[in-house]
């Protein structure tokens, strides 16, 4: 008698997850459900949906027929994730915590308790591919929806974690994902997609950063010098906002081109595209690779510093210890903002990336060769 792989799926209480672990099942895994907990400072708050989560999650579990299991990882995701998210907030700079969440939680504490659950793998409904090349390294892979595809969120697995996740959505595109989960008779097949910060949820930004970090409001000024408003600290904004600024009168729109640490003030231009606002290259660090060491340096790459960006030709080069990289793009790149992820690809491949340290203009790219 031939023994099943065992799979243990990711189950969010969405949709992709839950067509994710369905596939699974009928290409004969032995498949198991397991709901992650990763917030519990407010989750009887209006605004946190972990308790409908869980709830469909077990529905779906019930009409696929698999065991579902919850797993508490709050005290991991505050040590690993949110501890991070605010430094990073009280340096002024703008993290990007889903990254972090996936090469910490889903795909390191989540992986470890799979693992102790005797399976040879875990799977997630992420849109990303995963292969194994003929050097026997596993690589990144865009999804075949490239609307959806998560492969910028996930550039910081290595050969390990990549070596046992499997990705059954990654040829699939998402409306034959919701069309075949209406099909099979889940119950979530219409829930909305889950957007922005997994802890936040639909709270308002502002009003959660506050019960963790004090205001300090400050200046609004012109790259001149000019004040033209007031901020309510410098933690609310990020490069290349336009709304909640305040600032009235006449002409173009204005936009958060920068932030002054030391003297608390806010940077703002009027005008998309003002030249406070291009970037030719930029700097980053905490590098991250797929393949656990560096690509080659030098042409022939593409990146992304935000997501749903489009691929962005470029160059880069690494300093002597490998620890920080300069990149400069072909065009100009539009709100380069630090504390975000930029992500480097060849193809479909994702190799990597880093935490953007600064966005350089031609000057400072060209002191920088």
């Known amino acids: 008698m031939t023994t099943r792989k065992r799979v243990v799926v990711g189950l969010s209480g969405g949709v992709d997850s839950a067509v994710a672990a369905h596939l699974l099942k009928e290409q004969g895994y032995e498949v198991i459900g397991l709901f992650m907990k990763n917030w519990e400072d407010d989750d009887t708050d209006e605004h946190c949906t972990t308790r409908q989560d869980l709830i469909d999650a077990v529905s779906v579990a019930d009409v696929i027929g698999i065991d579902v299991e919850a797993v508490n990882f709050s005290a991991e995701y505050k040590d690993r994730v949110f501890s991070h998210f605010l430094a990073e907030y009280r ?3 703008t993290p990007n915590p889903d990254v972090l969440c996936n090469s910490e939680i889903k795909f390191k504490a989540f992986l470890d308790h799979a693992i102790g659950l005797g399976a040879e793998c875990i799977a997630t409904g992420h849109y990303a591919g995963v292969r194994q090349s003929a050097d026997g390294r596993f690589e990144l892979l865009k ?6 595809d998560q492969s910028y969120f996930l550039h910081r697995l290595n050969q390990q974690q990549l070596s046992r996740t499997l990705f059954p959505l990654g040829d699939w595109l998402k409306r034959d994902v919701r069309t075949l989960a209406e099909r099979i008779g889940l119950p979530n097949h219409a829930k909305k997609d889950s957007t922005g910060i997994c802890f936040i949820g639909e709270r308002p930004f502002r009003e959660f950063l506050n019960r963790y970090l004090p205001r300090e409001p400050g200046d609004m000024v012109t790259p001149e010098g000019r004040v033209v408003g007031r901020h309510m600290g410098l933690m609310y904004y990020t490069i290349g906002q336009r709304q909640g600024l305040g600032i009235g009168g006449q002409g173009l729109p204005w936009y958060v081109a920068g932030k002054d640490i030391p003297a608390n003030r806010l940077v703002v231009v009027q005008g998309h595209d003002h030249p406070a606002l291009a970037a030719a290259g930029l700097e980053a660090a905490d590098l991250s690779w797929t393949a656990g060491t560096p690509p080659t340096p030098g042409s022939g790459y593409a990146a992304k510093t935000r997501y749903r960006q489009s691929d962005a030709p470029c160059d880069f080069t690494c300093d002597a210890d490998g620890t920080r990289l300069t990149m400069r793009f072909a065009d100009d790149q539009w ?24 966005a350089l203009g031609r000057d400072a790219l060209s002191a920088a060769a």
């Open 91 to 93: 340096a002024g700079r």
């Open 335 to 358: 709100a380069v903002t630090p504390g975000q992820s930029v992500v480097l690809y060849r193809g479909d491949v994702c190799l990597g990336g880093g935490v953007i340290e600064r």
């Open 143 to 148: 999804a075949s929806d490239r609307s959806k």
